[in-house]
């Protein structure tokens, strides 16, 4: 069995990307790691070579900034990076730049990708979430984050990036998929507030049509993390290794209130029915539990 690893960045030291950690936690599970790069304006790809493994396979790409609605272009760019994935492999891990895995998965994943590696009904692994916020000590816990999504998929050129990359299709359509016991640590909103005004000053314009549009949102110095949240709770867990020295650096403090939520009537029974029988109602699903 042959697993490929893949992922795009671009201005990974402007914006502060865990780039480095996301792809050393998954080295040890795949037999190689597909990095596409993107026409940028720092130290990517010299971050990226300080790794250190024979595994990485830098590629090089120019994003086209037309492509900013709905974040097209990171669709686009993550289908560019899935076709240098080697066609001997079985199964294809996409791994976002803001998102790692912990070691403690590791043998769940392997063998979930041998369990269903010949069972060709199975066109991807369905991984669980846990979104930071603020800090490495909050979690959020409400339906405005996604709980599951597809991150291993079959080596299989008809499957692509749906909307801006959050997920997958095939040839249009869901994809029928397994869920395994294994989460994904998404990191992309711990930062301190400078660094995340400014990350979200660069990135957001892929979400905005025109430039007048983006600069609408431009308006601080600093994100305000109190205004961006209903609902929060205490991370009590553990981080992965490869996350330990970025946490041991973090220099800002933010205390956020994990009582008070901030939902609408509706959302807050939904809230409270997921809460007490782990079934979130009327969800959107980007794939298809087989």
Do not use: C
Request: zero cysteines; charged letters at 30%; a positive charge.
């Amino acid at each position: 069995m042959k697993i490929s690893g893949f992922t795009i960045i671009r201005n990974a030291v402007m914006n502060d990307y865990p780039v480095m950690e996301s792809i050393s936690s998954i080295l040890p599970l795949v037999d190689e790691m597909i990095v596409s790069i993107g026409d940028g304006e720092d130290e990517t790809e010299a971050l990226i070579q300080s790794i250190g493994s024979g595994k990485i396979k830098i590629v090089h790409s120019k994003w086209d900034m037309n492509l900013r609605k709905g974040g097209a272009v990171l669709a686009v760019e993550t289908n560019k990076a899935f076709q240098h994935v080697s066609p001997d492999a079985d199964w294809a891990f996409y791994i976002q730049a803001d998102e790692v895995v912990h070691e403690k998965y590791h043998q769940a994943i392997r063998d979930a990708t041998l369990k269903y590696k010949d069972d060709q009904r199975v066109r991807g692994l369905l991984f669980k979430y846990l979104h930071f916020y603020g800090t490495y000590n909050f979690v959020g816990d409400s339906r405005k984050w996604y709980n599951k999504e597809v991150r291993i998929i079959r080596n299989d050129k008809n499957i692509t990036a749906f909307r801006d990359a959050q997920g997958f299709r095939e040839n249009g359509n869901k994809l029928p998929v397994k869920p395994i016991d294994a989460f994904i640590y998404h990191y992309g909103w711990v930062k301190s507030p400078k660094q995340m005004f400014e990350k979200q000053k660069n990135v957001s314009r892929f979400w905005h049509e025109s430039e007048e549009d983006w600069k609408k949102i431009v308006k601080e110095d600093f994100f305000d993390f109190s205004n961006h949240y209903d609902s929060l709770k205490k991370f009590t867990g553990t981080h992965p290794l490869v996350m330990q020295d970025r946490i041991r650096r973090q220099n800002w403090n933010i205390e956020l209130d994990t009582q008070t939520k901030y939902f609408s009537f509706k959302d807050k029974v939904l809230y409270l029915i997921e809460k007490k029988t782990g079934k979130r109602l009327f969800d959107f699903q980007n794939y298809k539990i087989i």
